[in-house]
């Protein structure tokens, strides 16, 4: 009987992964996995390095140590830029580009998953009819929703979400879990930071609590 074959690797793997500000660690030597298909909860209060946890493993810091793997190959910081999406605090939009304008410079920058259209996109994002709106005359909400959009553009499979619902009502929590259940049924996968406010997206979820550390004395 032949062997089986053997598993795929985990989507991203990370080992020993750890960050220290002014020689202070901030979280780590950390250790997990995520898989296609699944959703990694982030869970902490202010100060306990949810952000920075993603914005390290979305190469946007320097001085993180560890090691990171996705799709079993080591990837380093400048090489994970290009192969996840970040989804930060603050939408990242040039104020005076309308909605389409700041997707199609954002696509052109960051790329564009094959398939889906711009004006489509800013439909499931519930922003049809603001296609031409600047983005400084768009409500927190509807700039959430624009920067939402983009992720839906991205053909990134890794989503790395930093506190996905603020400024959303109760119908963009929705779309974003919406969004979430798509990415990771096609085979994508997730890590979404939280307070602890919002359910988890109804989608395969593992939990990981980073502790706040004490100042030392």
């Known amino acids: 009987m032949p062997d089986a074959p053997p598993a795929p690797a985990p989507l991203i793997d990370v080992r020993g992964l750890g960050f220290a500000r002014d020689d202070v660690p901030l979280f780590g030597p ?51 830029a290009g192969q996840v999406a970040y989804l ?72 790395l979400l930093d506190e996905p619902y603020a400024n959303l009502d109760l119908p963009g929590i929705e779309l974003v879990n919406r969004m979430v259940r798509a990415h990771l049924d096609a085979g994508g996968a997730a890590l979404v930071t939280t307070h602890g406010a919002y359910a988890a997206p109804p989608v395969r979820t593992r939990l990981l609590v980073l502790e706040r550390r004490e100042d030392p004395a």
């Open 30 to 80: 950390l250790d997990f996995s995520v898989e296609a298909g699944e959703a990694l909860l982030v869970q902490g209060g202010n100060g306990a390095g949810k952000t920075t946890l993603l914005r390290a493993l979305a190469g946007l810091l320097d001085g993180a140590t560890g090691e990171v793997r996705l799709h079993g190959v080591a990837a380093a910081a400048a090489a994970r």
């Open 88 to 159: 930060g605090h603050l939408p990242g939009l040039k104020a005076d580009l309308g909605a389409v304008e700041n997707l199609e410079y954002l696509c052109g920058l960051l790329g564009r998953r094959a398939g889906v259209d711009i004006v489509q996109a800013l439909g499931i994002a519930g922003l049809a009819g603001y296609e031409d709106t600047p983005a400084r005359n768009l409500s927190a909400g509807q700039r959430r929703r624009l920067a939402l959009a983009r992720l839906w553009l991205s053909p990134a499979e890794l989503w």
